[in-house]
């Protein structure tokens, strides 16, 4: 059982930042991966970015590659996605997820937070 807690959500100006935090708690896999995944309305819900718990190699899509950051606090077990540069089209309800390392790496997840709204004004 893992359980994720989100935070920092927000509305923000196009080309402003906002910083999302997620908090896992429970049980953990012995090699796993957390990140984030996006949905817009009318729109299916698409992979952000992820990152290896152990090692800490991430991935991006390229969408976001080049603004967003994501990183990880080991001692408070949360991940974080730091949002620069944003644009009207990153508007979305964003949501944390976390699973195995191969789970993330094909853009899916074992565990999904309750998601946040973020929304970027033109």
């Known amino acids: 059982q893992v359980q994720l807690v989100e935070s920092g959500g927000g509305l923000v100006q196009a080309g402003g930042s906002l910083r999302l935090s997620c908090a896992a708690s429970g049980r953990t896999f012995s090699s796993y991966a957390m990140g984030w995944f996006r949905q817009a309305p009318g729109k299916e819900r698409e992979f952000v970015a992820a990152?290896?718990?152990?090692?800490?190699?991430?991935d991006y899509a390229d969408s976001v590659k080049g603004r967003f950051t994501i990183s990880r606090d080991n001692a408070k077990n949360t991940v974080y996605l730091q949002m620069n540069s944003l644009k009207p089209e990153d508007t979305a309800v964003y949501y944390c997820a976390a699973g195995r390392s191969v789970t993330l790496k094909l853009r899916a997840a074992d565990y999904w937070g309750q998601g946040t709204q973020v929304t970027v004004s033109s």
């Open positions: 990152i290896v718990w152990s090692g800490g190699t991430t």
